[in-house]
C-alpha cells in the first residue's frame, strides 16, 4: 500500500512563498498521475494542481494559476508544489494523491496565509 508523506507548510504572509513536498512508499508512483489538493476550514476538499506521469503535463485550478507550479521527480517518489504570491485564501490543509484521490490519505501539511 503507497504511503504518502506531506511536508513544508507553515505559517507565511500574503505575498510570501512556500515549497511543498510528498514523498511516497511504493513502487506505483511513476504509474500515477499525481496532484495536490487543499481542505480550507469548513470547507470541502479540492483539487489544486495535477501533474500527468511523464511530468510534462499540468493543470491547476483556477484560483492558483500562474502562481502555483507542480513538479514530479519519479526517481525520488516524489511530487512538489511551489507556491508564489501565496494569499489568505490559500490557507488550508494541503495533500498530495493521485489525480483521483485513489490512494491512501496522508496527514497533509498546514499553510497558513496571514493578510
Known amino acids: 500500500q503507497v504511503r504518502l508523506v506531506e511536508s513544508g507548510g507553515g505559517l507565511v504572509q500574503a505575498g510570501e512563498s512556500l515549497s511543498l513536498s510528498c514523498t511516497a512508499s511504493?513502487?506505483?508512483?511513476?504509474?500515477?498521475?499525481m496532484a495536490w489538493f487543499r481542505q480550507a476550514p469548513g470547507k470541502e476538499r479540492e483539487l489544486v494542481a495535477s501533474i500527468l506521469i511523464g511530468g510534462e503535463t499540468t493543470t491547476y485550478a483556477d484560483s492558483v494559476k500562474g502562481r502555483f507550479t507542480i513538479s514530479r521527480d519519479d526517481a525520488k517518489n516524489a511530487v512538489y508544489l511551489q507556491m508564489d504570491s501565496l494569499k489568505p485564501e490559500d490557507t488550508g490543509v494541503y495533500y498530495c494523491?493521485?489525480?483521483?484521490?485513489?490512494?491512501?490519505w496522508g496527514q497533509g501539511t498546514q499553510v497558513t496565509v496571514s493578510s
Open positions: 494523491n493521485n489525480r483521483w484521490g485513489a490512494l491512501s
Open positions: 511504493g513502487s506505483i508512483f511513476s504509474l500515477n498521475p
